[in-house]
C-alpha cells in the first residue's frame, strides 16, 4: 500500500533532478552571460553558430568539424555571399582590403575574427567595431620566416646575389673565390664571430636565434623590456646607440605601427659599421627607406636585404631597385602559415567556452 505522502516525494525528487541536469549545461554559464545569450537559447545558438573559412589556402576542415558549429567556405577576393552575412566567426588569410571593408559592414552579427596572419594591420583597417573580438596568427611562421632570414643573411655573408650577377654576363668572379681572408674586420663574410642584433625580440626571433648562435654567432636582441630570453640577452631600446656602433648583421622583425615607422632612420643607420648588413623581414615601414638608399649609394653601409617594403610591389620608381649591394625579397618570408588548423581549433573551443583566447589584439 503506498504512502499518502509518496507524491510529495515524488515531485520533490523530479524538482531535484531537474536541478542536477540544469548544473549540466554543455556550455559555461560565463559563456552564456559574456556574450548576452539566455539560458534557455544557449545550445540553440551554439548549434546554429556559423563560421566562414577561406579558399586562399587548404585547410583539413575535417579536423574542425564537431565543435558545434557550421562551417562555410568563402573567396577572400569577393563580397561575403548574402546568405552568409549572419556569420558570427571569420577566418582571414590574404583578404582582399575589399572583401574585409565589405565583411566589417555586411557581417552584423560578427564577434570574433581569427586572422592567419602574424600582423592584424590589414583587418584592423578594414573599419571592424571593437566589440569583435580579434586574434592573430602569431606562431604560425616562426620556422618560415626564421628560415627566410637565414637564407638573407648567408646570401650577405658569401654574397650568393653577386655571383649570380657574374654568371649572367659569363664572367668568373674572382675576387669571391680563392684563398681568403679569414673573418676580415672590415666585411661581413661569416656568421662565425659576428654580431648579430635582433631588433623586435618575438617568437620569430626566438626561433632563429639558436639557428645563429649554432654556426657561431654572438646575437642579442632589442625589444621594449630589457631581459634574457632563452639565453640570449635582450636589451630596451635605450642601448641601440652602443649595441648598433658594433654590429655585423642586424635583422629587423618589428611589427607595423607608428611606434615603429622608421625607427632606423639615418640617424641609426650612421651608428651601424660600413661593412655591417641590414635584414628586413618584418614591416617595411620600419625602415626609412630614402635614407637607406642614400647610406648605400654614399658606401656608409654593406649592404641590405629587405623582404618588405614601404609600397608592395615595390614601384618601379624606387631607388632601392638600383641602389648598390641591396637584394630585393617580394615578401616571401612568410606566406605558408605552419599547422593553422590547430590554431583555429584551439581557439574555437576557447571561444565556445567562453575563456580568454590565443593571440588577442586590443584594438
Known amino acids: 500500500m503506498s504512502s499518502p505522502n509518496a507524491p510529495r516525494r515524488l515531485i520533490a525528487v523530479s524538482r531535484r533532478l531537474y536541478s542536477l541536469s540544469s548544473s549540466f549545461s554543455f556550455i559555461p554559464r560565463n559563456f552564456a552571460r559574456n556574450n548576452s545569450i539566455s539560458s534557455s537559447n544557449t545550445y540553440r545558438n551554439i548549434n546554429t553558430m556559423k563560421l566562414l573559412y577561406p579558399t586562399s589556402l587548404v585547410l583539413d576542415v575535417k579536423s574542425l568539424e564537431g565543435f558545434s558549429t557550421q562551417l562555410h567556405p568563402y573567396d577572400v577576393h569577393q563580397p561575403i555571399p548574402e546568405e552568409h552575412t549572419d556569420a558570427e566567426i571569420l577566418v582571414t588569410w590574404t583578404n582582399s582590403a575589399a572583401n574585409l571593408s565589405d565583411a566589417a559592414r555586411r557581417l552584423s552579427k560578427l564577434r570574433w575574427i581569427q586572422s592567419l596572419a602574424a600582423g592584424p594591420n590589414d583587418v584592423l583597417a578594414a573599419g571592424f567595431p571593437s566589440s569583435v573580438l580579434v586574434t592573430t596568427g602569431s606562431g604560425l611562421h616562426d620556422r618560415t620566416v626564421a628560415e627566410h632570414a637565414m637564407g638573407l643573411l648567408l646570401t650577405a655573408a658569401r654574397r650568393f646575389d653577386e655571383m649570380r650577377e657574374f654568371q649572367l654576363q659569363r664572367k668568373w668572379p674572382g675576387h669571391l673565390g680563392g684563398p681568403q681572408p679569414d673573418r676580415p674586420k672590415d666585411r661581413f663574410t661569416t656568421l662565425r664571430g659576428a654580431n648579430v642584433l635582433i631588433w623586435g625580440y618575438g617568437n620569430i626571433a626566438k626561433t632563429l636565434a639558436p639557428h645563429l648562435a649554432a654556426w657561431g654567432a654572438t646575437v ?57 648588413w641590414v635584414v628586413n623581414v618584418g614591416r ?35 631607388r632601392l631597385w638600383t641602389a648598390p649591394n641591396l637584394l630585393v625579397s617580394p615578401h616571401a618570408a612568410g606566406g605558408r602559415p605552419q599547422e593553422p588548423e590547430a590554431l583555429i581549433a584551439y581557439n574555437l573551443r576557447r571561444f565556445l567556452a567562453g575563456q580568454e583566447l590565443k593571440n588577442v589584439v586590443d584594438h
Not at 312 to 317: G, I, K, M
Open 220 to 276: 642579442r636582441g632589442v625589444a621594449r623590456s630589457a631581459g634574457v630570453r632563452d639565453g640570449v640577452e635582450v636589451y630596451a631600446e635605450d642601448a641601440l646607440p652602443e649595441l648598433l656602433q658594433r654590429t655585423d648583421a642586424l635583422v629587423m622583425i618589428l611589427p607595423g605601427s607608428e611606434s615603429t615607422r622608421d625607427v632606423l632612420n639615418a640617424e641609426r643607420l650612421k651608428l651601424l659599421p660600413k661593412h655591417a
Open 284 to 318: 617595411g615601414t620600419s625602415i626609412d627607406e630614402e635614407a637607406l638608399a642614400d647610406a648605400l649609394e654614399r658606401g656608409e653601409l654593406g649592404g641590405a636585404a629587405l623582404d618588405v617594403f614601404k609600397t608592395e610591389p615595390l614601384p618601379e620608381s624606387s
